[in-house]
């Protein structure tokens, strides 16, 4: 095993109604106002913005809202949520939604704290030093923003989706309900699979060392999403499931899979970010498109973890076979496997690998990976 | 899944010669003076006690120490400790040894912030409300005592081996270097495999919910005991093995198994402590006595699982194989299998049943192990 640091603070209280305690539980904290950050109002529609109220009418915590976060987060909301927590001097950000929302409440946090603009963290200039305390209430499993130091966030202005991550933005505190996830589409349902996929393969597929253990416990997470996508396609309502893919989706990027692994790259997401910066498509769809042509690509670099992949996760024996049971996957659940599905012009496959290629530049991959070979992943895409 | 609680702080480091920095963490974390705790002399033959001696004297971190601590961590020993702490007025305890050191550490933590005896808390008759933190460096995998908040100890007056649990004892860093690990006997290596075993397994075979994933990672943490207890008896001095297997033991008692299971119960640990409360054997020889025992006993009450693990640990069909293929294991690696090769006479049975119930009554299963129950189990050892 490659020498590691692991440290993962988030504490998470899981489980139906958990969510009725954050205003206690942000008292036991001694915080006394808190930002409320959410997206375009579903929370106001499934009564879960009454109930996170009334928590903290409750329990004497005030709170200022910004709302409207969108998919893709952008960098502006995050300027006019660092303004706001600003000027009324809030002690903690209190993110309730999805990943999107999460990582934006993360930008913020770090940035009521930066002297200088946010957005220098993203583009790799200086490391966080501090940062208000995050809780979170999660809507959506897929990101595992809840329990990570991860926030990426997209530059309106410059096309830029970046990341940053410290465990300084690591959650205080996430609730996570299963029952407020019963209502997800099965569109984001698929998406969401995809996303946690990437989150387990991309490291598991590009590390330098393989501890069984570790390969063992990337298998079990993607053997677990696969049945209960399957499940949830079929039984949406089915609470178990709900919930099971909800904790695998936190296990999937919360630093445990990588840890020892001289922890890999990321192109696949390094790639991504450039499609859902230049086209706006959800995070998972890129994926989706992106994961089966990079393995393509990339298998013979590390034919025997592919071939382990192929045996552990479909009982396959060649790489070849393990990449087109994923890919045939992908093909039944419903998420798009080529540029061509998400309306994305092959003509614009230049522009992408040049977008990506900046990224990976800042992600230290610009060495390993030239615009020439993002197009020529693309090209299989 | 059930609904759950997960939190755990602790920041692993690890890698060879990184309690070369233990000096400089501290100091990171604005502690002035620690009340250093060992074992019985073996890291002064190691030179461990000098390198962390000049890494504590490199960055001005006053020390002082409390050695002499025993397998099966005594009570006496605590109290010692806690006097001296109090008197040095320290900021913070180091462990540097085995479980039975960090057990101690834990202890002597809560104990310097408790007005009133420390063993009341063993008893369960109050829960910790403060305690100093605990830093670890790990010689020996198996008690995940360097990853968790738990301590068991043992009264030497009235023969109760007892244990405590909170997150205010979890080690706020814990320094887990292989290197220092590749000396473990054989002897101390297969009683080590046998309680990580007992670790995965207990709540694994007693839960009331067995989420897949969950049981996926314990089934993966016991496949990869036994091919690296197999390696390491072959090969003492191979890294890769030592290092993995250190990280496995810290994953099988770190909370992470038994999140959303409901967390089952302890009978085997229950069992054990008595064994060793009474007759001073390693735990984990005691463990691989009582587990294939008790499996033998419980298997009708959760067949299902059972034969799940028969399944996907062995590849064989029925409870019944499962559990022979265990014991057969075991008894290949050297640890003992019944109450005879730990030169315990059969006639101690109600003695070790009656010590195990009064445990089992703290712990709250009183009225599932009947003392007769317990008898019934031991008479298959």
Redesign the interface.
Known sequence: ????????????????G?ENNIGQWLKDDGIENVLLVYGTGSIKNNGLYTRVIESLNLSNIKYDELSGVISNPVLSKVYEGIELARSTNTKAILAVGGGSVIDTAKAIAAGVKSEGDVWEYYLGKSPIQSALPVYTIVTLAAAASEMNGNSVITNEATRQKYSIGSVLLNPRLSIVN?ELMQSVSKEYLIYSASDIIAHALETYLTATDH???QS??VE??V??VI?LTDRLIEHPEDY?AR??FA??SS?ALNG?TT??TGAGNWPNHMIEHALSALFNIPHGAGLSIVVPAWMSWYQSKNKEQFERFAKEVFGKQSAEEGITMLKRWYGTIGTPITLAQAHIPKERIPDIARNAHALAVVWGMGEIYSVQDIEAILEKA
Chains 1, 2 share one sequence.
């Open positions: 095993m490659t020498p590691f640091s692991y440290h993962n603070p988030t504490r998470i209280e899981f489980g139906p958990k299963p501890p069984h253990f063992r416990l079990s997470i053997k677990s049945e178990h919930a099971e904790w695998v296990q445990l840890s020892g």
